[in-house]
C-alpha cells in the first residue's frame, strides 16, 4: 500500500464482526479493506453488465479480481 494514512473511525463493532466473517479477515483494518475493494469489485461488474457498445458479456464475478481487475 503505498498511500496509507492512520485515521480514526466510528465503526459499527456488530456490523465490522458480520464483514470479517463474510469476508474471512481477521483485523478491523483488513476488513475495512478488504470491504472497500468488494465495493469496487461490484461497481466494476455493475459497469460491465452496464455496458451498451453492443457488447455482451457475462461475468462470472468468481473471476474478477478483487481489485476488479478482470482476471
Known amino acids: 500500500m503505498a498511500n496509507v494514512r492512520r485515521t480514526s473511525l466510528n465503526l459499527d463493532l456488530e456490523r465490522v464482526e458480520r464483514a470479517r466473517v463474510i469476508l474471512g479477515t481477521t ?41 476488479g481487475d478482470l482476471g
Open 27 to 67: 483485523t478491523t483494518t483488513d476488513t475495512v479493506h478488504a470491504a472497500l475493494d468488494e465495493v469496487a469489485r461490484q461497481a466494476a461488474i455493475s459497469a460491465l453488465l452496464a455496458y451498451d457498445g453492443g457488447l455482451y458479456a457475462t461475468v462470472d464475478p468468481v473471476e474478477v479480481d478483487p481489485r
